[in-house]
């Protein structure tokens, strides 16, 4: 299945979302039912994984498993730190009950987990939208 989508979108990067299964698959549905339309990562994290993200770029999203779930076509990328973020982006990465609070005692968990956790530490913040569902 994965060689058929390449083909339909060459350039387009794999990868899961999260750091374990459960957070793959959990984060990967909430792309599919429309709720979840932003992710980010740290910025170290970001330079370091060997697949980028870019600016009108495609994307397939595997979920834990390695299997194709969804692609995705990044919108925006944005610069921003994690005391910065707004109610507003929180809501776009539909996690949770959607709030700030919860998306930023997710992050930190998530970050500090990665080693990276700041306060002012700096976040790629992806925005995209779902373009077709497996």
Not at 88 to 109: M, T, V
Not at 112 to 122: A, K, L, V
């Amino acid at each position: 299945m994965l060689e058929l989508i390449k083909k339909k979108y060459p350039t387009a990067i794999c990868w899961s979302f999260g750091d374990n299964p459960q957070l793959a698959d959990e984060l990967a549905q909430l792309v599919v039912e429309r709720k979840k339309t932003a992710t980010c990562s740290s910025l170290s994290g970001f330079f370091s994984d060997p697949v980028t993200p870019t600016i009108g770029g495609y994307n397939i999203i595997l979920n834990s498993h390695g299997v194709p779930i969804c692609v995705i076509r990044t919108r925006s990328l944005t610069l921003v730190r994690f005391s910065e973020v707004t109610e507003q982006l929180a809501r776009k990465e539909g996690e949770g009950d959607l709030s700030l609070s919860y998306w930023q005692q997710g992050h930190k968990e998530f970050f500090m987990r990665e080693g990276t956790y700041s306060p002012d530490m700096e976040l790629i913040f992806e925005e995209f939208e779902l373009i077709e569902v497996f």
